[in-house]
């Protein structure tokens, strides 16, 4: 029986893909699962079966085999098949974090006398990559502050060849104009990549406005249940190829059992997600006009200012919740403190609720100024709600915020 998609014929919806895109059935041995492949090498019939793989592997990818665990691994594949049915992408590679595959795909576009610009408000591990590791290796970077596409385009030299954001960013939830930055890119003849760990492909599909590479820290809502780090680029068979062969010499290859995990995770996804999306619209309506709680972040909040781009372009607007508590650092832990469903930790994504204060946690060694510069206020909360019942985490809120003096 030739292999067959179990996706229906007519245009699927996104629950129908989380569980079945990328598949390729029968699996081996006809189960229903795919297997975990644990092995860190291949083996030949003899010698001319090797010749005749390492010949064929001259003009690329070998069909249904590989000969070594860094080039490739059949539950990996699964998982990347499914992204890049999920992004709307022509190839995907997972990596062994989120950072790797940031890491990885940064030193395989850009070179010594390069030029990149990247947005403020970002994952604070990818601004001090690009910052001091890149620079280190004589690539310049410039920091423009996010959501404001006015400020970019001023940013752009001759030797620009990378613009790099996140959307929605981190922790205050700004979104960008995708489309505005593909414009502004394309005149400009510079490649963009997006960092769309907060929006999943259920909520924002960044290729479909013609940005260049998406990149994801699957460890959060791809995955989704706290167990494991893993990472993703998306994007054209070109771009990724190039990107894969990086990878196979720096080695952030995923672990296939870390692969597994992420593949029975991204059967909920669409499910996951949709609860996400509702219980965060709910937790961050009944925050807004709370009396303790000076200011909410959250772009399904017509007070966000990115509110329209984020309706015109999402379609949810994700589990995260950022919020300014009355008062400063001693009032925002006094909630935190006070809360019984969210753990205290950082992350986000997974069916656990989370609950961080970004000056405590990412920024804690920065004095008060330094995170002032950075925009990290003190009274500060970020909140990544799981998939518990709504009303639980509402009225676990609502008694928190009244032990605040
Ligand atoms: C967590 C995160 C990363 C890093 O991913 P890891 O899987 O922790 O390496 C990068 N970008 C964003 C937006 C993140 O939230």
């Not at 001319?48 to 793989?53: G, I, N, P, R, V």
């Not at 771009?239 to 196979?248: D, G, M």
Request: proline content about 5%.
């Amino acid at each position: 029986m030739p292999a067959h998609s179990t996706l229906p014929l007519r245009q699927p919806g996104w629950s129908t893909r989380s569980v079945h895109a990328g598949d390729k059935r029968p699996f081996p041995h006809h189960a229903l699962t795919f297997p975990v492949f644990h092995t860190a090498t291949y083996t030949f019939d003899d010698t001319a079966d090797l010749s005749q793989f390492m010949q064929a592997r001259l003009w690329g990818p070998v069909d249904g085999r590989t000969e070594y665990g860094r080039y490739g691994n059949p539950t990996l594949s699964r998982v990347e098949d499914k992204l890049a049915e999920l992004e709307g992408a022509g190839e995907a590679i997972l990596f062994s974090s989120g950072m790797a595959a940031i890491t990885t795909t940064l030193l395989s576009l850009l070179s010594a006398g390069d030029h990149l610009i990247i947005t403020d408000d970002s994952y604070r591990r990818t601004r001090q990559f690009c910052l001091t590791t890149l620079k280190r290796l004589g690539i310049e970077c410039s920091l423009v502050p996010a959501a404001q596409l006015d400020r970019l385009e001023p940013a752009i030299r001759p030797e620009t060849k990378l613009i790099v954001s996140e959307s929605p960013t981190n922790p205050y939830l700004r979104v960008l104009d995708l489309e505005h930055l593909v414009q502004i890119a394309t005149r400009a003849g510079v490649k963009t990549l997006i960092d769309s760990t907060f929006a999943t492909p259920i909520n924002q599909r960044p290729l479909e406005f013609g940005i260049d590479l998406v990149v994801h820290s699957a460890t959060k809502y791809l995955a989704g249940h706290n167990d494991l780090l893993a990472g993703v680029v998306a994007g054209s068979e070109y771009l990724v190829a190039l990107i894969r062969e990086n990878l196979w010499v720096m080695g952030a290859t995923c672990d296939p059992h870390a692969a597994y995990l992420t593949y029975r995770g991204l059967k909920t996804l669409a499910l996951r997600l949709s609860r996400q999306n509702e219980t965060a619209q709910r937790v961050a309506e009944f925050l807004e006009p709370h009396s303790k709680i000076r200011r909410v972040w959250y772009p399904g909040l017509a007070s966000h200012p990115d509110y329209e781009v984020a309706r015109r372009q999402m379609s949810g607007f994700g589990g995260v919740v950022s919020f300014e508590v009355e008062g400063g650092l001693a009032e925002a832990s006094r909630l935190v403190d006070s809360v019984r469903v969210p753990l205290i930790a950082s992350s986000l994504g997974g069916v656990e609720t989370l609950i961080e204060q970004p000056a405590l946690m990412s920024y804690f060694e920065l004095s008060g100024e330094e995170r002032m510069q950075v925009g990290i206020k003190d009274n500060l909360v970020r909140l990544s709600v799981g998939i518990e019942d709504s009303e639980d985490l509402i009225a676990d809120l609502a008694q928190a915020l009244e032990a605040i003096e």
